[in-house]
């Protein structure tokens, strides 16, 4: 490409040169003069210009490289994008049911912090595009596959970009994926369709009957209900007058909730069993209750869920968040222990007789 410039504006030199062989035969010699001097100086601004370019184009070029070795260089963004890149992989060859579950189960285990760097590092992309420190077209050799096997990937949108945490993240694939089709290149990921989507969002009084509902729904087939504390409709109305509860809905239909418990200093609050003296109660909080319908199990809605509460008590200046879990219950500690709690010690006889968990988390 530098190459063909520097010819260009050879070409023109010799035009330009050749323009005034031709003058100085037919005008004035004064006049020529003028002429040639003009276009002396319009071929030292195109000089001029030319060499600017290139040195933005260098300092570019390195920017994104830089940027580039920071990405390769990182442990989180390899262990996310090695685990994305080989279910990427085996969906393209398509690859069997159990294999593509397998590799989704591995995304589904992945630490939620590490998701969310990785995701960070592209939303930092976009924040420079919009100061128009760099472009799509510039970004888009590297970073298009990285980008849209992470957002276009069933788990993560569900995870993480569904809760609505990650604007930057959206508007960036608006952007990149028009420019892609502009191109007429593939967009790498998978489709994301209207039937796998969620919504969160936090809710009030007036879907009390459906908190009851998610919950009743949840001790239907309960072989031993003492694993899950059934609350009562009281306290469920408590928590939606004066607490913070985040619903997943599909279709308009309430499918799940979880319940970011502000319980100062009353004997609600789990931190008293942390810690010998607390200095401002204010700064704990309980994942009270986290339940989705049995339906809809499966599809990554409890981690959403609390993730979107994590990201409430952050903006409320909790500094640590608190949660019960019965031992009985396998699938919520796994969530638990895969976004980071950690397993604090065994309350006995906690809830109605019935042994729990405690786990904790620093915000």
Same mark, same amino acid.
């Given at each position: 490409?530098?190459?063909?410039?520097?010819?260009?504006?050879?070409?023109? #030199?010799?035009?330009?040169? +050749?323009?005034?062989?031709?003058? &100085?035969? $037919?005008?004035?010699?004064?006049?020529?003069?003028? @002429? #040639?001097?003009?276009?002396? +100086?319009?071929?030292?601004?195109? &000089?001029? $210009?030319?060499?600017?370019?290139?040195?933005?184009? @260098? #300092?570019?070029?390195?920017f994104i490289a830089n940027i580039n070795s920071s990405f390769v260089s990182n442990a989180d963004y390899k262990r996310v994008y090695t685990a994305l890149d080989n279910y990427h992989r085996l969906l393209r060859s398509d690859a069997s049911g159990d294999a593509l579950r397998r590799a989704e189960k591995v995304i589904e285990d992945l630490d939620n912090v590490h998701i969310s760097n990785y995701l960070t590092f592209f939303e930092v992309l976009n924040v420079l595009r919009k100061k128009g420190t760099m472009s799509i077209s510039t970004i888009d050799d590297l970073f298009a596959y990285r980008f849209f096997i992470a957002v276009r990937n069933k788990c993560i949108y569900r995870r993480k970009i569904l809760s609505g945490n990650f604007n930057n993240i959206i508007e960036l694939q608006s952007v990149w994926e028009?420019?892609?089709?502009?191109?007429?290149?593939?967009?790498?990921?998978?489709?994301?369709?209207?039937?796998?989507?969620?919504?969160?969002?936090?809710?009030?009084?007036?879907?009390?009957?459906?908190?009851?509902?998610?919950?009743?729904?949840?001790?239907?087939?309960?072989?031993?209900?003492?694993?899950?504390?059934?609350?009562?409709?009281?306290?469920?109305?408590?928590?939606?007058?004066?607490?913070?509860?985040?619903?997943?809905?599909?279709?308009d239909e309430l499918v799940g909730f979880g319940v970011l418990y502000f319980a100062g200093d009353g004997s609600e609050n789990l931190v008293q069993h942390a810690y010998d003296t607390v200095d401002d109660y204010d700064c704990y909080a309980n994942m009270k209750l986290v339940i989705v319908k049995r339906k809809y199990r499966g599809h990554g809605l409890q981690r959403?869920?609390?993730?979107?509460?994590?990201?409430?008590?952050?903006?409320?200046?909790?500094?640590e968040v608190f949660a019960t879990v019965s031992p009985e219950n396998i699938h919520s500690e796994a969530n638990l222990l895969a976004m980071g709690y950690r397993k604090i010690k065994l309350l006995k006889n906690k809830y109605d007789g019935a042994d729990r968990n405690l786990f904790s988390k620093t915000i």
């Open positions: 490409m530098e190459r063909k410039k520097a010819l260009n504006i050879a070409l023109l #030199a010799v035009f330009i040169a +050749a323009v005034l062989a031709v003058l &100085l035969f $037919l005008f004035d010699r004064k006049l020529v003069i003028e @002429i #040639a001097s003009l276009g002396g +100086a319009l071929i030292s601004i195109i &000089l001029v $210009l030319n060499k600017l370019e290139m040195t933005r184009n @260098i #300092a570019e070029a390195k028009k420019y892609r089709r502009s191109k007429g290149v593939e967009i790498y990921g998978e489709d994301v369709g209207c039937s796998e989507k969620f919504t969160f969002s936090h809710i009030g009084t007036p879907h009390l009957s459906d908190l009851i509902a998610v919950q009743e729904d949840a001790f239907a087939e309960m072989p031993d209900k003492r694993i899950l504390r059934r609350n009562s409709e009281s306290v469920l109305e408590d928590c939606l007058k004066n607490h913070y509860v985040m619903g997943a809905f599909h279709c959403s869920i609390m993730s979107s509460l994590e990201n409430i008590a952050a903006q409320r200046e909790v500094r």
